[in-house]
């Protein structure tokens, strides 16, 4: 995973030192108590474990994509209120789970400063949407979307917080703990910004939306978009990227949420430019292309991304699902910021004209995060590396309007 900022969506890792970013000028009312967010003073303090375990223990509603556009809009802004009350009824209980699931880490890993940190931001994200009052007008509703928009921004870096956290305390826990927790974490963190995006978004009027769905997605453009990005954060860190073919079914369209596909994508293109940059160092003009082919049939849609970047030694290929393992920074992998000059006669005339350690990789949570939210949303990630020639890694997900039951937000 990159340390850039790819999509707030999901993740924001440019943090400064990770602390928590709260604005000091947020000042909230609920019944009549004002919560100052980014004031020294703990809301969350007098949360009691009752209520959180009684919020924790009750029953969550799971939503297909097609059941959260609630069946139209209406002038009178009732779908609005709807969606309202579905969130305030549900994200407590969520969110209690969250923080439930910080308690029962191993202490030494709670008293990790950053994991505490977002355990903290939990515990407050509970305190303050556990206490708002019933949501029975439009105004409690613009009310209630202030606070899901700052807690939404509060929350931004939570997984480049815990990728610090549990690299920093990885030692002292079985793998096996940190994989099971983070799977647990990120993908319920998917569905709760996945709903509180889209609530957010059903008051926003944009062509081919319904709140975050796509009703028309163009599946080639959506992977010439992510790959835009990859080949910019690229050209950033090593000064060239290889060139991009699109193949298979390029004219698909169909309804999706494009943000955790985008996610997911970005991350599969950059790991494929970085190796075949990487495995070309002595033949920088002629780095191959990656090759992404499309399918899309009536229950769901594949990426296959090729690349020739050498593929991945057999020794290594039990860890690369692994949480924080990652392979940039090895002695065996030429970092560009190591050496400035490597690229220099490549990017003379470049915009980026020095190479600088970019945030091509670097926390080790590109592949199984992206396996994870692939997991949740129905599909599958499964990679086949030919070692000496490339790797072919391939994404499954299900349609949302195919003809067996999507997967529950
Ligand atoms: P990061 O990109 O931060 O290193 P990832 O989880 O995305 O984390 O990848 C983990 C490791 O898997 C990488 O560091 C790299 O060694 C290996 N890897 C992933 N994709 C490829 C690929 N297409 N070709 C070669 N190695 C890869
Ligand atoms: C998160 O992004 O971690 C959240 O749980 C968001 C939610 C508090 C609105």
């Known amino acids: 995973m990159s340390r850039l900022c790819m999509r707030t969506f ?69 779908h609005l209120l709807k969606s309202a009350q579905f969130l305030r009824k549900e994200l407590p209980i969520r969110i209690a789970r969250r923080v439930v699931d910080f308690q029962k880490l191993p202490h030494i890993v709670l008293c990790n400063p950053v994991i505490h940190d977002v355990y903290e931001l939990y515990l407050r994200a509970f305190s303050v949407l556990n206490k708002f009052p019933k949501v029975e007008t439009l105004e ?10 700052q807690l ?6 939570v997984v480049t917080n815990l990728a610090e ?7 002292n826990v079985p793998y096996e703990t940190i994989d099971a927790f983070l799977n647990r974490t990120l993908t319920s963190r998917l569905g709760i910004r996945m709903l509180a995006e889209h609530h957010l978004a059903l008051s926003i009027d944009k062509p081919n939306y319904i709140g975050i769905v796509c009703t028309h997605l163009n599946f080639r ?23 991009l073919i699109v193949n298979g079914h390029t004219q698909a369209v169909f309804p999706y949420i494009p943000a955790p596909l985008e996610y997911i994508l970005q991350e599969l293109l950059k790991n494929a430019m970085r190796a075949s940059v990487e495995h070309h160092l ?19 849609f594949y990426v296959r991304v090729s690349d020739r970047g050498g ?5 290594k290929l039990q ?68 070692e000496g020639l490339g790797t072919d890694v391939y994404l499954r997900l299900r349609h949302i309007d195919g003809k067996k039951e999507s997967f529950r937000i």
């Open 10 to 78: 999901l993740e924001s890792p440019l943090s400064s030192k990770y602390r928590l970013p709260i604005s000091p000028s947020s000042a909230v009312q609920i019944r009549g108590n004002t919560y100052m967010f980014g004031s020294q003073t703990q809301v969350w303090s007098n949360v009691k474990q009752q209520s959180l375990d009684e919020a924790a223990s009750k029953s969550s509603i799971r939503l297909t994509p097609f059941q959260m556009l609630w069946a139209g809009r209406f002038k009178d802004g009732t």
């Open 165 to 171: 956290g549990f690299h920093e305390c990885q030692r």
């Open 319 to 386: 860890d690369i699902f692994k949480y924080s393992y990652t392979t940039m920074g090895d002695r065996s992998t030429i970092r560009p910021s190591d050496d400035p000059n490597i690229f220099s006669d490549l990017c003379k005339g470049h915009p980026n004209n020095s190479p600088s350690g970019g945030p091509m990789a670097g926390w080790g949570f590109g592949l199984p995060t992206s396996r994870a939210y692939a997991t949740y949303l129905g599909g599958s990630l499964e990679l086949q590396s030919l």
């Open 152 to 157: 939404l921004d509060d929350h931004q870096n």
């Open 221 to 243: 453009q959506l992977v010439e978009r992510c790959s835009d990005f990859a080949r910019q954060v690229c050209e950033h860190t090593y000064g060239i990227a290889p060139g």
């Open 140 to 149: 409690l509703e613009e009310r209630y979307n202030r606070i899901i928009r």
């Open 282 to 300: 002595d033949r920088p003009l002629e780095v191959p292309n990656i090759v992404v082919t499309l399918c899309s049939n009536d229950t769901d």
């Open 311 to 315: 593929g991945i030694p057999e020794s």
